[in-house]
C-alpha cells in the first residue's frame, strides 16, 4: 500500500488555501479603492496558506468533549454496523495511484520549478547588468539609471530605470512620480514574494491569478499617488495609452504602463 508524503500532503493544503483566499478577495476586496489595506490582505492570504496547514488540529479537537463524545458514538456505530454485516460486505478495491504515476507527477512537478527558478535568476542578472551598465544621473534631484535604448520606464527595488529623449516634462514628471511610489514603498518585495509562491505553486491556476492581482494592485497604488499629485486624469490617461502601445515585456519589475 502507497502512503502519500506528509510534503505532499502539505503542499495540497497549501495549494487549497490559496484558491480559497484568492475566491475570497474576488468576492470581498477587489471592489473597493483600500489600495494599501489590499496589499497587506494580499501578502496575508499567501502567508496563511503556507502557515494554516502547520497548525495542530487533532489537540484542539481533543480537548472539546463535545466533538469527542459525538466521535466516540460514532465510532460505535460504525463498529457495530460492520459486526452485522461482515458476512454480506465485500470489500470493493480501492484504486490507488501506483509509484509510477506519482514519480512521474513529482518529476514535472520539480522540472517545472527547475526551469521557472532560472527563469527567475535569469530576470534577476539582467536587472543587475542594466544597473552596471546604465549611466546614473539626477533628473529633478532624483536618481535615476538612462536606459542609452527605447524602453518603457520601470523600477526595481531602489532602481528607476527612464529613456528620456523625447519626452515631454510634464510626462516625466508623472513617470518620476509613479516610479518613485514603487521604490519609496518597497512594491519590489511584494512583486518577489509572489513570484517565488508562483514558482513553488506553479502547477495551481489560481497562484497565478493571485501573483496578477499583486502586480494590479500596486500598479494602482502608484496611479493614486499620481493623481494625489495634481496630475491631469485624462491627461495622464492618454500617457499610460500611448505607453500601452510600444513593445511591452513584463518581469520582475514594476512596469509604467501596466496600470
Not at 489595506?37 to 480537548?63: C, G, H, N, T
Request: hydrophobic residues 45%; contains cysteine.
Amino acid at each position: 500500500m502507497i502512503t502519500t508524503a506528509p510534503e505532499l500532503i502539505y503542499m495540497l493544503k497549501v495549494n487549497i488555501g490559496i484558491a480559497l483566499f484568492y475566491a475570497f478577495y474576488k468576492l470581498f476586496c477587489c471592489r473597493d479603492t483600500f489600495f494599501q489595506w489590499r496589499r497587506i490582505a494580499l501578502l496575508s492570504f499567501l502567508a496563511l496558506s503556507f502557515l494554516y496547514p502547520l497548525m495542530d488540529m487533532q489537540a484542539w479537537v481533543k480537548e472539546q468533549p463535545a466533538i469527542n463524545e459525538l466521535a466516540d458514538y460514532y465510532a460505535l456505530m460504525m463498529l457495530t454496523e460492520t459486526n452485522t454485516s461482515t458476512a454480506t460486505v465485500v470489500t470493493a478495491p480501492v484504486a490507488i495511484p501506483t509509484p509510477d504515476l506519482l514519480d512521474i507527477i513529482k518529476f514535472v512537478y520539480w522540472i517545472g520549478i527547475l526551469l521557472l527558478s532560472a527563469r527567475f535568476m535569469i530576470q534577476l542578472s539582467s536587472i543587475f547588468r542594466l544597473v552596471l551598465k546604465c549611466k546614473s544621473i539626477n533628473v529633478d534631484q532624483i536618481s535615476i539609471r538612462s536606459l542609452s535604448e527605447p524602453a518603457n520606464p520601470f523600477s526595481f527595488w531602489q532602481w528607476i530605470f527612464i529613456y528620456l529623449p523625447g519626452l515631454k516634462e510634464d510626462e516625466k514628471q508623472e513617470i518620476l512620480t509613479h516610479e518613485q511610489t514603487h521604490v519609496r514603498q518597497w512594491h519590489s518585495i511584494d512583486v518577489i514574494i509572489s513570484e517565488i509562491v508562483n514558482i513553488i505553486c506553479w502547477m495551481n491556476p489560481f497562484a497565478w491569478l493571485l501573483k496578477t492581482e499583486i502586480r494590479l494592485n500596486l500598479e494602482y497604488l502608484a496611479d493614486h499617488k499620481v493623481m494625489e499629485s495634481g496630475t491631469n486624469k485624462k491627461a495622464y490617461q492618454y500617457h499610460l495609452l500611448g505607453l500601452a502601445n510600444q513593445n511591452r515585456q513584463t518581469g520582475l519589475y514594476n512596469n509604467f504602463n501596466l496600470s
